[in-house]
């Protein structure tokens, strides 16, 4: 069984900067595409970013320029860089693994394990 456990969550002031990570445990972490997705209040959960095993990255366009993906597989984690952030940034961030390639990366429905979220607020 995979766990994933995010951490960096926070407040911070719109054009700040926020890393959230994720380490996960439990599986082979370098086959699985790792993503990030989150939630704001009232609204569904929404693609951020992925990283597939082979190393290519994909985002969303309302944070693409902004934020950065990327993975270290030798000590199982991955990190999100989020820079100029934004108060329509503010959300709950979620880690997940797919452990069969990514294919349909951006949908929540792909991912087979997923984090309990980390809170990120970004005041105006």
């Known amino acids: 069984q995979v766990q994933l456990v995010e951490s960096g969550g926070g407040l911070v002031r719109a054009g700040g900067s926020l890393r959230l990570s994720c380490a996960a445990s439990g599986g082979i972490f370098r086959s699985y595409c790792m993503g990030w997705f989150r939630q704001a209040p009232g609204k569904d959960r929404e693609f951020v970013a992925a990283?597939?095993?082979?190393?290519?990255?994909y985002y969303s366009d309302s944070v693409k320029g902004r934020f950065a993906i990327s993975r270290d597989n030798i000590i199982n984690l991955v990190y999100l860089q989020m820079d100029s952030l934004k108060p329509e940034d503010t959300a709950v961030y979620y880690c997940a693994a797919d452990d069969d390639g990514g294919v349909g990366y951006q949908w929540t429905l792909t991912y087979d394990y997923w984090g309990q979220g980390t809170q990120v607020t970004v005041s105006s």
């Open positions: 990283i597939r095993r082979t190393g290519d990255k």
